[in-house]
Structures are given as C-alpha cells and as structure tokens.
C-alpha cells in the first residue's frame, strides 16, 4: 500500500536548521509531487510547499520563502524538508503529504520538532 | 491568500444524528476542496476531494456538497468512531489553505 515514512522526533535550538526526511512506498515515486504541511499545537494545519518529484521545481508559501527548502533523492524515493533559523513558534508536528492530481490524499505519519533553548 | 472560514467551531451530537460543518472561501475556488478527518495524535486523512467525490474506503455516511464560496460536509448517521477534528483544504490557489477545524464530540 502507499506508504510514506518520516524521520523521527528532533529537538532543536532556536538558530539552528532541521531537515525531515519523507520516504515513500508503494508506488512510482516520481509520478507524484510531495507536499510539506506543519500544524503547531492546537492549531489547523499549515501548508509549506512542494517539489514536482519528476524535474524537482518548487513552490514555496510566501510565509517560508527563504528558510525552507524541500528536495528529494529519486534513487532513495525520498523527500526532505530543511528549515533554517529555527523559532520558537516554528515548534511543531511536520508531515509530508502526497499530491494526487493537484490535490492531498496519503500523509506520512509525522515529525515532531521542538524548538528549546 | 484565500481564508477558509469553517463553522462551527465544534459541535456535540448523539449517535446516529444527522451533523453538517460548513466551509466558506474568501473568493471563488471552483470545486477545488478537500475535506480531512484527524484524530488526536495522527494526521489527517481524507474523506472527500473535488468538494464531492468519496475517498475510496471512506464510509458512505460522509458527502460533500459546493461548488465556488459554499462547501458542507454531512455525515448522515453519527457514529463512535466519527469523533474527531474535521478540516477543509482549499487547493485553487497557492497557498493552499486549511479551515480552522470543526471539533465534534459524541453525547
């Protein structure tokens, strides 16, 4: 089945970077572009960019353009999502997502960061 | 950037009841909505997309109607396992855009 597998929990100091990692399985990986959303706690999701998994364009949100940077590895059928200079507020759960014709149906499971000094 | 305003907030109903959450764009977005489920600690998982179509394996109690500015999401027939947070997502135009959540606790 469609599967996609993230990086587990990290915890981070405010001014630092973290980079997810986003595995998939379960189909053609470079078929399908992958998505990046973020919800903090108590709060509706929050939806980042993606890359076209084929030819590796990008679309950032507006609110990330600069500290956010997703790539992906065809070889390894993963995605990443690396965000720099670190905030407190940017403490949250992170999910990869699927693109299936302009649209969101399968998620990974979720990576919690915590930004702490 | 398209606001999605959902409603209500949160609602409380019994079992087997008749529950509708409305969802509402700042402007135009076609049929360009999903509809999510999220359960406390997981992610989100879709019911419907194109505002009215049923994800496969969904249960049939769950319809999308709208088209434009006005979107619902029904569940015919409340069930146990319905408890949840349910969101909107607009996908007409970047960036994408979620609700703000409809909480709905079983009696």
């Known amino acids: 089945q469609v599967q996609l597998v993230q990086s587990g929990a990290e915890v981070k100091k405010p001014g630092a970077s973290v980079k997810v990692s986003c595995k998939a399985s379960?189909?053609?990986?470079?078929?399908?572009?992958i998505h990046w959303v973020r919800q903090a706690p108590g709060q509706r999701p929050e939806w980042m960019g993606w890359?076209?998994?084929?030819?590796?364009?990008?679309k950032y949100s507006q609110k990330f353009q600069g500290r956010v940077t997703i790539t992906r590895d065809t070889s390894a059928s993963t995605a990443y999502m690396e965000l720099s200079s670190l905030r407190f507020e940017d403490t949250a759960v992170y999910y990869c997502?699927?693109?299936?014709?302009?649209?969101?149906?399968?998620w990974g499971q979720g990576t919690t960061v915590t930004v702490s000094s | 950037d398209i606001q999605m305003t959902q409603s209500p907030s949160s609602l409380s109903a019994s079992v087997g009841d008749r529950v509708t959450i409305s969802c509402r764009a700042s402007?135009?977005?076609?049929?360009?909505l999903g509809w999510y489920q999220q359960k406390p600690g997981k992610a989100p998982k879709r019911l419907i997309y194109?505002?009215?179509s049923l994800q496969s394996g969904v249960p049939s109690r769950f319809s999308g109607s709208g088209s434009g500015t006005e979107f619902t999401l029904t569940i015919s027939s409340l069930q146990p396992e319905d408890f949840a947070t349910y969101y909107c997502?607009?996908?007409?135009?970047?960036?994408?855009?979620f609700g703000q959540g409809t909480k709905v606790e079983i009696k």
């Open positions: 997502a699927r693109d299936e014709y302009d649209d969101i149906d399968v």
């Open positions: 379960g189909y053609t990986f470079s078929i399908y572009a």
């Open positions: 890359i076209n998994v084929a030819n590796g364009n990008t």
């Open positions: 402007q135009g977005i076609r049929i360009d």
């Open positions: 194109a505002a009215s």
């Open positions: 997502l607009q996908h007409n135009s970047y960036p994408w855009t």
